[in-house]
């Protein structure tokens, strides 16, 4: 399923996309109302969605142009990674981190959706954006091992992340500020539950992470480049903290790129899956 919130008339609304059909809501499948995706996130009910579209007629009512929002706002966290693609730390000049990931957490006020434009903050210097495969949880996850991780995912999604890198490069005790100016995290505008990832491309580690600025691709690589997998790093944090439905885990990216006012940005997580773009403004 490729699950996402689209605008109406009276708010935010949780939906499916239905390829070559269009979006349908998420009430018209379970005869109720409902708000944004992360509803159904927390009461664990994809399962639900998922028996209900199978049970749905394609005459019903569908969203031909639907306007995307961000799938969400209030994720309990969002955990980032940091210099995770072993070919992306010499951007840097920083070598990859070896034994243990490198992490940071963002506030839910930097959250931005498809289309929504991605605001350079003044007075600090070269601004980049990164894109990075996100990891939506599914259902409470604490202390899990690396075989069991994934089965924790609802699903992935597009991420772009936003760095105030002259800042950072200033200092990398820096990097809670600089990961956390508003409209410094965009995702959406699906979240992909892991069927349809693995039957798009077979194997996690084959997707393709890529950031693109204004339409050429500035970095790409596969999961498969990166120093600590998905569940490696879902394993690891879920020692440290526990994560809750509706968190989302950025696994970081294989490239940054500088940006200014009048560019556009994008992730493409690549087989025909998820492309996410925003403008950049002062």
Known sequence: MRLCTVRTPTGPEAAVQVPGYGVVLTRDLLGRESGDLFDHLVKEELGLISQALEAWSPTGPAMKDPIFEAPYRRPRKILGIGLNYRAHAGDLGADAPRSTPASFLKGDHTIIGPGDDIRLPADVGRVTAEAELGLVIGRECYQVSEEEAMSYVAGVCAVLDQTAEAVLLENPRYLTRVKNYPTFFSFGPNIITMDEVLAA??????LTVATIHNSVVHRQDEVVGMTFSPAALLSFHSHVMPLY??????????????????????????GGLEVLSNGVVD
């Open 245 to 270: 439905p509706g968190d989302i885990l950025s696994t970081g990216t294989p490239g940054a790129v500088p940006i200014t006012a009048g560019d556009q940005v994008s992730c493409d997580l690549g």
């Open 201 to 206: 491309v077979g194997d996690l580690d084959k």
